[in-house]
């Protein structure tokens, strides 16, 4: 059973407690704390001799990651692909990445593939012709004949006679539109010109807001009328 009358304290010592008293602690010894000992990180090498990078997660946990080492493409390899037109780089996003030796090499291949295609020229066919006693080989050149086409017969089709009579009809009209030319205007001379700044006529009329050149035949007729008129003032 519990006792409160006697009550252990932290250093060891009884302490008196009567009833209705409040229990009193001492304050003058300190418990010691014991100090934990940090060990020291040690980065330890890989296999391939290249240090890890040590990245702090959103936990606050150290999680260690390998740098992957890119493996260069020889310079061999670099002059062929840019023989042949290959690019070295990929795009990635915004960036441009080196592509792999790998990849490279496939698209090489691929490249040296169609190229033979297109430079196989056909040849003749030779026909080899061996001897009975077999003690030669004759190389025999087999020549091609011209084959001569055939001329094809052409069958006339059925036409209605109001077809023929509307292909005359359109005929027509196209030469008549041909044979028309185009009116050209004469030109005024200088002698009626020089009347025209004599007796004040004037060369031109208004037409639709334009300016358009009188004919030599209205020019003349306004002419022979103005020196009428100028005849008939002087009687």
Same mark, same amino acid.
């Given at each position: ?37 940090? =060990?020291? +990180? %040690?980065? #330890? @090498?890989? /296999?391939?001799?290249?240090? $890890? *990078?040590? &990245?702090?997660? !959103? ?79 004759? =190389?025999? +050149? %087999?020549? #091609? @004949?011209? /084959?001569?086409?055939?001329? $094809? *017969?052409? &069958?006339?089709? !059925? ?77």
């Amino acid at each position: 059973m519990y006792n409160p009358s006697t009550h252990k304290c932290n250093d060891g010592e009884v302490e008196k407690l009567g009833f209705g008293k409040r229990r009193r602690r001492k304050f003058g010894k300190k418990k010691k704390k014991k100090k934990k000992k940090r =060990k020291k +990180k %040690t980065v #330890r @090498k890989s /296999k391939a001799g290249k240090k $890890k *990078t040590v &990245r702090k997660s !959103k936990a606050g946990k150290k999680k260690t990651v390998r740098k992957s080492k890119v493996k260069k493409v020889s310079s061999a390899l670099k002059k062929r692909c840019k023989k042949h037109g290959i690019r070295l780089t990929l795009k990635r996003g915004k960036k441009r990445v080196p592509k792999s030796e790998k990849l490279l090499k496939k698209q090489l291949a691929k490249k040296l593939k169609a190229l033979k295609k297109k430079k196989k020229v056909s040849k003749r066919k030779v026909s080899i012709r061996k001897s009975k006693v077999g003690r030669k080989v004759k =190389k025999k +050149k %087999t020549v #091609r @004949k011209r /084959k001569v086409k055939k001329k $094809k *017969t052409v &069958r006339k089709r !059925k036409v209605s006679k109001r077809k023929v009579y509307k292909r005359k009809v359109y005929k027509r009209k196209v030469k008549e539109r041909k044979v028309k030319k185009r009116v050209v205007k004469k030109k005024i001379s200088m002698k009626i010109k020089n009347y025209c700044k004599k007796l004040g006529i004037k060369m031109t009329t208004k037409r639709n807001g334009k300016r358009v050149y009188k004919t030599e035949k209205v020019l003349k007729a306004q002419i022979v009328r103005k020196v009428k008129m100028l005849k008939k003032s002087k009687k």
